[in-house]
């Protein structure tokens, strides 16, 4: 009886509330009064202070990178060359896709910390030599779409 | 005007109450029951109220579930250290509840019904009052038929004792959910009649030209027959898909442009919860690199990635940091690539950024099907495993993994080369685990089904089936999951921590919920220290309902 009387209070008081699952058509203009804004929960306040790893630099937007002073000697794929050289270990190869999933060493080069990932290799270079397990050095390239591709890898000697 | 109804705590739930322990009994004061409609709620003492919310989804009404009338449930922002209660009354026509999830409550309190409490009956209020003694990123939902589906998800930000291991200047929840004017026991249905009702990327005579064309007629055929004898299709890689869902960010559809404001060169953190009922979700934002400095409520070592997969029921909080004066679109595609949720982040409201076209559809290969290595021709000749045979043949089971994988340093499948992907090999804990102690014993499971049938389980068994995992309090115990089937699943421990044997020794990384990758073999490590009966399953809602749930009994 109670729950009864008090659903359309509810239900009036919350006029804001359901907007979920509501698909208002995309509108080219996008009023800001009826973008959904979200909740800013505040800042960190004081870091403890054990542990206080800093963002790597590759975790600052690339592209305005270039343009703020602040990262202009940051070193971008090194100045003049687009190529960067790192060791690792081959997870798998996919001769199909012609690609390799490594896990590599940082890359100082290109400020990326340690990573597995997957890259494509270039045409050229024969994979049947690169099996799971071995550790490889390689340099890799970036293409004009900014991934980067295998343009060499070889052997390191030693297994995992 | 009248304020809702004073607790309306029956006798009845006073009695499950005080089996549940003494502190569901300490009385709530009355003036909180009033539910106000807060998008966030802090401190210690909590009202909410389920009920239904009437919804608009791409034209059509729809009754969807709700806390306070609002879908999702509001934040809940706790700390670290203190008790909090929270009062929890039913408006449905049918019994509710919720869960916790991830956050570590005496058993009573884990709102799990059947197992954990009688669950909330129509009308009634259940008071849940439990100490916090974890920080991080969770989120609660109802752990009632499907009611999470419609609606009843929220996120849970704990704030820790000892202060943040990263600083940043701003901090959002990004919820993402799937939602659909279909009611849930209508999906359910369609995939009994037929699993693969809502996968229009099937391969089709058209596309048997075009791979005939790429990989030579002789092995497009060969490809076929050997799906074809396994009854499968390679393009099934979620039960559900953007056919019939719409997928959310904080319950708003990609068209609303959801949006979080920040100043460039602001450490902005955001915290990604999968809400989803069936959807798995790959995250990116263009142009902006994220460091992933939490996964399920644990700090780990910060990896920067330029794109994750995310489990339903995962979180992984990411701080990214975008210098420029301009819009960044929140990109997250649904696995199948069916459809995505969409936000923004942008230095004033109104703006928004290209949405980026949608990557490559995954297809599963032979190593999904844990057959890594194998040709076509070996097939009849090869043997199974005691186990696997064991399994073979049973009306619950449609395939068994002959040589299941460790497939840890690999995302999975359907992401473009070149990026760096979150692999679950990536996830370094910053600090030791809190038990050095060896597993005394194993638990192997598969996770097994039958697609054509809608059927699904551990082992070959539905839950009604199987009896409960049986541990003693203080065991410390590994799990081996293996999966036997064609699609992920995310498996959620209820009230004890699964720590991921990833490779880092004893930094593994602290979850809630693993995803299995398919033709995966991966293990973790439990220390029983919890007693109560837990709940133990798939995190996809259907999967969960049509049998992949265990009890684990912590005595």
Same mark, same amino acid.
């Given at each position: 009886?109670?729950?009864?009387?008090?659903?359309?209070?509810?239900? &009036?008081?919350l006029?804001?509330?359901?907007?979920?699952?509501? $698909?208002?058509?995309?509108?080219?203009?996008e009023p800001?009064?009826s973008?959904?804004?979200g909740?800013?929960l505040?800042?960190?306040?004081?870091?403890?202070?054990?542990?206080?790893?800093e963002?790597s630099?590759?975790?600052i937007?690339?592209?305005?990178?270039v343009?703020?002073p602040?990262?202009?000697?940051?070193?971008?794929?090194?100045? &003049?060359? $687009?190529?960067?050289?790192?060791?690792?270990?081959? $997870?798998?190869?996919?001769?199909?896709?012609?690609?390799?999933?490594?896990?590599? $060493?940082p890359?100082?080069e290109?400020?990326w910390?340690?990573?597995?990932?997957?890259?494509?290799?270039a045409?050229?270079?024969?994979l049947?030599?690169?099996?799971?397990?071995?550790?490889?050095n390689?340099t890799i390239?970036?293409?004009p779409?900014?991934?980067?591709?295998?343009r060499?890898?070889?052997?390191?000697?030693g297994?995992? | 005007?009248?304020?809702?109804?004073?607790?309306? =705590?029956?006798?009845?739930?006073?009695?499950q109450?005080a089996?549940?322990g003494?502190?569901?009994?300490?009385p709530?004061?009355?003036?909180?029951?009033?539910?106000a #409609?807060?998008?966030?709620?802090?401190g210690?003492?909590?009202?909410l109220e389920?009920?239904?919310?009437?919804?608009t989804?791409?034209?059509?009404?729809?009754?969807?579930?709700?806390?306070?009338?609002?879908?999702?449930?509001?934040?809940?922002?706790w700390?670290?250290?203190?008790?909090?209660?929270?009062?929890?009354?039913?408006r449905l026509?049918?019994a509710?509840?919720?869960h916790?999830?991830?956050?570590?409550?005496?058993?009573?309190?884990?709102?799990?019904p059947?197992l954990?409490?009688?669950?909330i009956?129509?009308?009634?209020?259940?008071?849940?009052?439990?100490?916090v003694?974890?920080?991080?990123?969770?989120?609660?939902?109802?752990?009632s038929m499907?009611?999470?589906?419609t609606?009843?998800?929220?996120?849970?930000?704990i704030?820790?004792k000892?202060?943040?291991?990263?600083?940043?200047?701003?901090?959002?929840?990004v919820?993402?959910?799937?939602?659909?004017?279909?009611?849930?026991?209508?999906?359910?249905?369609?995939?009994?009649?037929?699993?693969?009702?809502?996968?229009?990327?099937?391969?089709?005579?058209?596309?048997?030209?075009?791979?005939?064309?790429?990989?030579?007629?002789?092995?497009t055929?060969?490809d076929?027959?050997?799906?074809?004898?396994?009854?499968?299709?390679p393009?099934?890689?979620?039960?559900?898909?953007?056919?019939?869902?719409?997928?959310?960010?904080n319950g708003?559809?990609p068209?609303?442009n959801?949006?979080?404001?920040?100043?460039?060169?602001e450490?902005?953190?955001?915290r990604?919860?999968?809400g989803?009922?069936m959807?798995?979700?790959?995250?990116?934002?263009?142009g902006l690199?994220?460091?992933?400095?939490?996964?399920?409520?644990?700090?780990?070592a910060?990896?920067t990635?330029?794109q994750?997969?995310?489990?339903?029921?995962?979180?992984?909080d990411v701080?990214?940091?975008?210098?420029?004066?301009?819009?960044?679109?929140?990109?997250?595609?649904?696995?199948?690539?069916?459809?995505?949720?969409?936000?923004?982040?942008a230095?004033? #409201?109104?703006?928004?950024?290209?949405?980026?076209?949608?990557d490559?559809r995954?297809?599963?290969? %032979?190593?999904?099907?844990?057959?890594?290595?194998?040709?076509?021709?070996? %097939?009849?000749?090869?043997?199974?495993s005691p186990?696997?045979k064991?399994?073979e043949?049973?009306?619950?089971?449609?395939?068994?993994?002959?040589? #299941?994988?460790?497939?840890?340093?690999?995302?999975?499948?359907?992401?473009?080369?070149?990026?760096?992907?979150?692999?679950y090999?990536?996830?370094?804990?910053i600090?030791?685990?809190?038990d050095p102690?060896?597993p005394t014993?194993? =638990?192997?499971?598969?996770l097994?089904?039958?697609?054509?049938?809608?059927i699904?389980?551990?082992?070959?068994?539905?839950f009604?089936?199987?009896?409960?995992?049986?541990?003693?309090r203080?065991?410390?115990?590994?799990?081996?999951?293996i999966?036997?089937t %064609?699609?992920?699943?995310?498996?959620?421990?209820?009230?004890?921590?699964?720590e991921?044997?990833?490779?880092?020794?004893e930094?593994?990384?602290?979850?809630?919920?693993?995803?299995v990758? #398919?033709?995966?073999?991966?293990?973790y490590?439990v220390?029983?220290?919890?007693?109560?009966?837990?709940a133990?399953?798939c995190?996809l809602?259907?999967? %969960?309902?049509?049998?992949?749930?265990?009890?684990?009994?912590?005595?």
């Amino acid at each position: 009886m109670i729950a009864r009387l008090c659903r359309p209070l509810v239900m &009036g008081l919350l006029p804001v509330a359901l907007i979920a699952c509501m $698909n208002s058509p995309p509108t080219s203009a996008e009023p800001s009064a009826s973008v959904p804004l979200g909740i800013d929960l505040g800042g960190s306040g004081p870091v403890i202070a054990s542990v206080r790893p800093e963002l790597s630099p590759d975790a600052i937007d690339t592209e305005a990178k270039v343009a703020s002073p602040q990262y202009r000697n940051m070193p971008m794929a090194h100045a &003049g060359h $687009n190529d960067a050289h790192g060791t690792g270990t081959v $997870n798998s190869v996919d001769p199909a896709q012609h690609k390799v999933n490594l896990s590599h $060493n940082p890359i100082p080069e290109i400020g990326w910390p340690a990573m597995t990932m997957e890259f494509p290799v270039a045409p050229s270079i024969d994979l049947t030599a690169i099996k799971p397990g071995t550790r490889v050095n390689f340099t890799i390239e970036q293409q004009p779409g900014g991934m980067y591709e295998i343009r060499a890898i070889t052997p390191a000697g030693g297994g995992r | 005007m009248k304020p809702f109804a004073p607790l309306a =705590i029956t006798r009845r739930r006073f009695m499950q109450g005080a089996a549940a322990g003494a502190l569901s009994l300490i009385p709530f004061p009355l003036r909180s029951a009033l539910a106000a #409609p807060a998008p966030v709620l802090s401190g210690t003492d909590f009202a909410l109220e389920i009920g239904t919310v009437p919804l608009t989804i791409n034209g059509r009404q729809a009754v969807g579930t709700g806390v306070n009338g609002q879908i999702p449930a509001p934040i809940l922002r706790w700390r670290e250290g203190d008790t909090v209660t929270l009062a929890v009354t039913n408006r449905l026509s049918e019994a509710s509840s919720i869960h916790w999830h991830g956050v570590r409550t005496p058993s009573p309190m884990d709102g799990v019904p059947g197992l954990s409490f009688g669950g909330i009956a129509p009308g009634e209020t259940f008071v849940y009052r439990f100490p916090v003694h974890q920080s991080g990123t969770y989120w609660y939902h109802s752990h009632s038929m499907f009611q999470e589906q419609t609606g009843l998800y929220g996120a849970i930000v704990i704030a820790p004792k000892a202060g943040y291991a990263q600083a940043f200047d701003r901090d959002y929840v990004v919820l993402l959910s799937d939602c659909s004017a279909e009611p849930p026991e209508t999906i359910v249905s369609n995939l009994k009649f037929q699993s693969d009702y809502y996968n229009y990327g099937q391969r089709t005579l058209g596309t048997f030209i075009a791979d005939a064309q790429r990989a030579g007629l002789a092995d497009t055929v060969a490809d076929r027959l050997e799906w074809g004898k396994m009854r499968m299709s390679p393009t099934d890689i979620l039960d559900v898909s953007g056919a019939t869902y719409t997928y959310l960010i904080n319950g708003q559809p990609p068209g609303a442009n959801w949006t979080a404001i920040f100043r460039p060169d602001e450490r902005v953190r955001l915290r990604f919860i999968n809400g989803s009922s069936m959807s798995i979700f790959d995250v990116r934002i263009d142009g902006l690199p994220m460091t992933v400095v939490q996964a399920d409520g644990n700090d780990v070592a910060p990896v920067t990635v330029d794109q994750f997969r995310i489990s339903v029921a995962e979180t992984y909080d990411v701080i990214v940091q975008p210098a420029a004066n301009r819009a960044y679109t929140i990109f997250a595609q649904a696995e199948d690539r069916t459809g995505y949720a969409r936000g923004t982040l942008a230095p004033r #409201p109104g703006m928004s950024a290209a949405i980026p076209p949608m990557d490559p559809r995954p297809m599963r290969t %032979m190593a999904d099907m844990g057959m890594t290595g194998m040709e076509h021709g070996e %097939m009849p000749g090869m043997e199974l495993s005691p186990e696997g045979k064991r399994l073979e043949g049973k009306v619950g089971v449609d395939n068994v993994a002959m040589m #299941p994988a460790e497939r840890l340093q690999s995302a999975g499948e359907g992401f473009p080369s070149g990026r760096r992907i979150l692999a679950y090999a990536d996830l370094r804990a910053i600090k030791p685990g809190s038990d050095p102690r060896a597993p005394t014993h194993e =638990i192997t499971l598969h996770l097994t089904g039958n697609m054509e049938r809608f059927i699904w389980g551990f082992d070959g068994k539905k839950f009604s089936e199987a009896g409960p995992i049986e541990l003693k309090r203080g065991d410390r115990v590994r799990f081996v999951l293996i999966n036997d089937t %064609m699609m992920e699943h995310p498996i959620h421990l209820h009230g004890l921590w699964s720590e991921l044997e990833n490779g880092h020794g004893e930094y593994r990384p602290y979850k809630h919920t693993i995803n299995v990758k #398919p033709g995966e073999r991966l293990s973790y490590l439990v220390t029983a220290d919890a007693p109560g009966r837990w709940a133990f399953h798939c995190h996809l809602l259907y999967h %969960m309902e049509t049998g992949m749930f265990r009890e684990v009994h912590v005595a």
